[in-house]
């Protein structure tokens, strides 16, 4: 049984989403402020929250945020605190994400992850997304980057 709910972003959830963010990547590739706030405003954004339930502390976990226009839609990032990964989280993340997705009728979800990521690209083909280009100094100029896409409805 999960000891977590996974629920909409609420407004008030962004200050410790930032934190999160920023200590899940390093400077430069973590969001700024602003730019959080870009991702989460237009109205085809979508942002779900792992929140732990409140017997067991109430601490938001992780999030997912993704991006929908027509058949199609684009994971803009999906962030766990160090202490929540491989628990399950990112996993009912993301799964909950693509069924809200399928659900406004996406049919692709592209997404991007650093080539040096081991355990990113092992998360995202782990949950049948595949290898579909490289990005070459997609991160600061000089970090690479696989562009990763997933047919929803084909199975793993």
Not at 75 to 88: K, L
Request: proline share 4%; charged share 25%; with cysteine.
């Amino acid at each position: 049984m999960l000891s977590f709910i996974v629920r909409p972003y609420e407004p008030a959830d962004f200050d410790i989403l930032y934190a999160i963010d920023r200590a899940c990547y390093p400077r430069g590739i973590a969001y700024s402020r602003r730019t959080l706030r870009n991702y989460l405003s237009p109205a085809n954004a979508d942002c779900l929250v792992a929140q732990a339930k409140p017997r067991s502390g109430g601490e938001i976990m992780g999030f997912i945020i993704a991006v929908a226009e027509g058949c199609e839609a684009h994971i803009i990032t999906i962030d766990v605190a160090e202490p929540h990964r491989r628990s399950g989280v990112g996993t009912a993340l993301l799964r909950a994400m693509e069924e809200r997705l399928a659900l406004r009728g996406t049919r692709r979800i592209a997404l991007e992850t650093a080539t040096s990521n081991e355990a990113g690209v092992a998360f995202w083909q782990r949950h049948g997304y595949r290898l579909a280009g490289v990005l070459r100094g997609y991160y600061l100029g000089r970090i690479d980057a696989y562009w990763m896409l997933k047919t929803l409805g084909e199975t793993n």
